[in-house]
């Protein structure tokens, strides 16, 4: 089966600028996962998608973070404006529900410059 | 806060030999999980352990729970330099049960 499939790899942006991430989760997945992890340290959950509705966003930084999964297939993470401190790894995750051990799927993640 | 702490935060052994590495954790759970992170990739899932169950194997790898220390180690035997990576234990949410919590890892570095 395909991977969980993130674009892109590598992203350089100056602060106050605006950049937008892609994941597209396993197929049938129906629960999908963004963390960040900043180098060092394990992955912090952002935003947890049940299909295309909001399971968890009690770590998101709404006022400049935001999320969708239209259709509850994809989905976009985006940062606006992006500050020095969001300079991590992006990573996308999928699971095929929420039930308890439910083992999730990682994508390579985005890596994220903050000039 | 992260639920999980790994120790140690660094391990280096010669290929061939064992190599342990500790998760505690603070609040009750439903399973434990253990994944392996090479540098510039993802994370990929290597076991789960149910908080009724006290070990579990799979290949080279041989896991651990004492959930009245809320504790859990992996075992890796016979390392090889394929090994080298960080690991990390994470624990589902008590009211979230989708939800895992990931330590800061253990980083392991196999000698050849």
């Known amino acids: 089966e395909a991977g969980v499939a993130q674009s892109p790899r590598y992203k350089i942006i100056e602060k106050r600028q605006s950049v937008a991430f892609w994941c597209n989760p396993i197929s049938g997945h129906a629960t999908l996962y963004w963390y960040q992890q900043i180098l060092g340290q394990g992955p912090k959950l952002l935003i947890q998608?049940?299909?295309?509705?909001?399971?968890?966003d009690s770590q998101l930084p709404k006022d400049r973070f935001s999320a969708e999964r239209l259709k509850g297939v994809d989905s976009t993470l985006k940062i606006q404006p992006a500050k020095l401190e969001d300079s991590a790894v992006y990573l996308c995750?999928?699971?095929?529900?929420?039930?308890?051990?439910?083992?999730?799927?990682f994508g390579d993640g985005t890596r994220l410059s903050i000039l | 806060s992260q639920q999980g702490e790994e120790d140690p935060q660094a391990l280096s052994i010669q290929e061939g030999e064992n190599a342990t590495m500790n998760c505690s954790y603070k609040t009750s759970i439903n399973n434990l999980q253990w994944y392996r992170q090479n540098s510039g990739r993802g994370l990929v899932h290597l076991i789960l352990?149910?908080?009724?169950?006290r070990e579990k194997h799979s290949g080279r790898l041989r896991v651990t729970l004492d959930t009245s220390k809320k504790s859990s180690s992996l075992l890796i035997t016979a390392s090889r330099a394929a090994d080298t990576a960080s690991y990390f234990c994470a624990t589902d949410g008590s009211t979230n049960a989708g939800k895992s919590t990931f330590g800061d890892g253990t980083t392991l570095t196999v000698k050849p």
């Open positions: 995750a999928s699971s095929l529900g929420d039930l308890p051990g439910q083992p999730q799927h």
């Open positions: 352990i149910r908080s009724n169950e």
């Open positions: 998608f049940q299909n295309n509705g909001v399971v968890d």
